[in-house]
C-alpha cells in the first residue's frame, strides 16, 4: 500500500511570494492534516480537513489556508511568504477522524528568502 | 491549555545500555496518548497508540507505558538503528488535532 504522498520535497521562494503544497493521502483515508515542523517550535498543527470539509484550525494566520479535494487529496497554500514561514510542511492522513495514528508523509521543506 | 513535555531532550547511550524516554502531558481528557519515531529527513512513523493508565505496548526492543499523568518508552540493548528523535503526542477528548511534545533525540553508539 502507498504511503502518504507530499510534492515537491523541496521549494525555494522569495518573501511576498506563494506556494501551494499537495499531498495524496494513503487510499481509503478521508481525514487529511498538516503539521508545520520548525527546530524552535516543533509539531504545530495547522488543519485537519475531513470530507472535503476544514474540520480543526491550528493557531496560524490566515495566510495558511487548506482545501481537499472529493479524491481525499489535500493542497495547503501559504501567501505572502515570510522568512519566519521556513520550516518542513508535513502532511498526514488517517482511516477515520479522532483516535486513529497519523501516518506521516516526508514533507515538503519550504526556505524562504 | 493542553501541553506535552519530553525528557531528556538529547540521550546518547551505548550500544546495549538500556534507558527510558519520558513524556508528561496536561490534557483535558485523554482520547490516545502515540508514540512516534523521526529520522531525520523523513516524517514521523507511527509506534504506539496508548488510551488508558495501566497499558502498555511493546515492539521489538521498545516497551511504552502509560499513566495518568505520563508515558515512558522503555528501549531495551538499543542497537545503533535505533538512533532516531522520538515524538510523544496526545489527542484530548475535545479535540481532534494532536499536540506533540519536542521529542527527543537519541544516539545509540556501537
Known amino acids: 500500500k502507498a504511503g502518504v504522498t507530499q510534492t515537491p520535497r523541496y521549494l525555494i521562494k522569495t518573501r511576498g511570494q506563494q506556494v501551494t503544497l499537495s499531498c495524496s493521502p494513503i487510499s481509503g483515508h478521508r481525514s487529511v492534516s498538516w503539521y508545520q515542523q520548525t527546530p524552535g517550535q516543533g509539531l504545530q498543527f495547522l488543519f485537519e480537513y475531513f470530507s472535503e470539509t476544514q474540520r480543526n484550525k491550528g493557531n496560524f494566520p490566515g495566510r495558511f489556508s487548506g482545501r481537499q479535494f472529493s479524491n481525499s487529496r489535500s493542497e495547503m497554500n501559504v501567501s505572502t511568504l515570510e522568512l519566519g514561514d521556513s520550516a518542513l510542511y508535513l502532511c498526514?492522513?488517517?482511516?477515520?477522524?479522532?483516535?486513529?495514528?497519523?501516518?506521516f508523509g516526508n514533507g515538503t521543506r519550504l526556505t524562504v528568502t | 491549555e493542553d501541553q506535552v513535555t519530553q525528557s531528556p531532550e538529547a540521550l546518547r547511550l551505548q550500544e546495549g545500555e538500556s534507558s527510558s524516554l519520558n513524556c508528561s502531558y496536561t490534557v483535558s481528557g485523554l482520547r490516545g496518548l502515540f508514540w512516534y519515531r523521526q529520522d531525520p529527513g523523513k516524517g514521523p512513523e507511527f509506534l504506539f497508540t496508548l488510551y488508558s493508565a495501566g497499558e502498555e505496548k511493546e515492539k521489538e526492543r521498545l516497551k511504552a507505558t502509560l499513566t495518568k499523568k505520563e508515558s515512558f518508552l522503555h528501549i531495551t540493548a538499543p542497537k545503533p538503528e535505533d538512533s532516531a528523535t522520538y515524538l510523544c503526542a496526545v489527542q484530548a477528548a475535545n479535540n481532534n488535532d494532536m499536540r506533540f511534545g519536542a521529542g527527543t533525540r537519541l544516539t545509540v553508539k556501537p
Open positions: 498526514a492522513s488517517s482511516l477515520v477522524r479522532g483516535n486513529s495514528p497519523l501516518h
